[in-house]
């Protein structure tokens, strides 16, 4: 069963930052950037972090360790090789004091190094510089996750995690089946183009629920959960325990899959959010972040997040950035398929199918 801990986080943050309409977030972007600020701060401003990330454990070790799993992907031994690229970097100002211990847990993350950045004399060259290495590592899917004003001469330090994924399906869908079809969207009925498919899928119907799970190459899978009825009444009750059982039930089962194409993006200051979810502390210039630095007082300014993700006949392709800048201070196969034709609203997780750390989480509303 999927971390219980992990799918809170998933489903808090999906409720802070969704809205009403489509949306997307990387929980896994977001997760290594708030647990490694959690390493960097103490009191508080930890205690929070530790809070939302692991449901008040004494530490996020577990946590830590289910996303360095998630970081690697199986062998595919078939087609084109899955990609998947992580960087969690810690860019400062040369002049600020860091402490050697947190450079030495930084390094125990997925692609974790630090690097100078000119903060103080030139913020406009330290956002572009920011914004070109999140860049090659998202593969231009995300070119300017820091905009204008987003960096000042206050800023100190911002940590920084980057991700790109790209997996092909472990059974493609042919694109002379694609045709378009009706999706009931709460705007009204639209003609979106739906990919079709009569293959064995993870399946279950369960809890008002239909569970879809499309597996990728190394060992990623994407789950659509879609509802009996209405999402947006329905959602509110999909607690980590229930999203959990529905995921774990999945057995194969002859499927006749229609769904739709689907292109997201979302940007988002997580600020807010956070606060919403009860992380305050290290918003304010009493937060003690000397794990970080021990001899400069400074404070998280903003969470900046974007997201990408897109899914078509050959596989998904999906980005994530998340930045935390700081200024100073068993097999079962019927006879006959199962038809799921996915034509309202509905949620998809990406997930790494051995830790079941979740890269993205969606809603689709409009395709």
Avoid at 337 to 354: K, M
Wanted: glycine letters at 8%; aromatic letters at 6%.
């Amino acid at each position: 069963m999927a971390d219980l801990d992990h799918l809170n986080f998933c489903l808090a943050l999906h409720r802070a930052v969704a809205g009403k309409g489509d949306s997307c977030f990387s929980p896994y972007s977001i997760a290594s950037a708030l647990g490694l600020t959690s390493q960097a701060t103490r009191g508080a401003a930890s205690d929070e972090l530790v809070a939302l990330l692991a449901a008040g454990q004494s530490d996020i070790a577990k946590q830590a360790e289910l996303l360095r799993a998630a970081a690697t992907l199986g062998e595919s031994g078939r087609g084109e090789a899955p990609v998947l690229e992580v960087a969690n970097t810690l860019w400062t100002t040369e002049d600020l004091p860091l402490n050697q211990d947190f450079l030495g847990q930084l390094g125990a993350w997925p692609g974790g190094g630090a690097r100078n950045a000119s903060f103080a004399t030139d913020p406009e060259a330290a956002r572009r510089a920011i914004n070109a290495d999140v860049a090659e590592t998202t593969h231009d899917l995300i070119p300017e996750l820091l905009h204008p004003g987003d960096v000042t001469t206050d800023t100190v330090a911002s940590l920084v995690n980057a991700l790109y994924l790209k997996v092909a399906w472990v059974h493609r869908f042919r694109e002379e089946r694609t045709e378009d079809g009706d999706f009931h969207s709460p705007s009204g009925t639209r003609r979106v183009p739906m990919m079709r498919q009569d293959e064995s899928f993870g399946y279950a119907a369960r809890d008002g629920w239909q569970v879809v799970d499309l597996p990728a190459l190394g060992g990623v899978r994407a789950s659509v959960l879609l509802p009996d009825g209405d999402l947006a009444k329905q959602e509110p009750e999909l607690d980590a325990r229930r999203l959990a059982s529905l995921l774990s039930a999945a057995k194969n089962r002859q499927v006749r899959l229609a769904m739709p194409k689907i292109k997201l993006e979302l940007r988002a200051a997580l600020k807010p959010a956070l606060a919403g979810l009860g992380v305050s502390a290290m918003f304010s210039a009493r937060a003690d972040f000397s794990p970080l630095t021990p001899d400069q007082r400074v404070y998280v300014d903003e969470v900046i997040h974007q997201a990408v993700l897109r899914l078509d006949e050959a596989g998904l392709e999906g980005a994530a950035a998340t930045a935390v800048v700081m200024r100073a201070v068993a097999m079962i196969t019927p006879v006959d398929p199962v038809a799921v034709t996915v034509d309202r609203p509905f949620l998809l997780l990406v997930r790494h199918a051995e830790t079941g750390v979740v890269y993205f989480f969606a809603r689709v509303v409009e395709p």
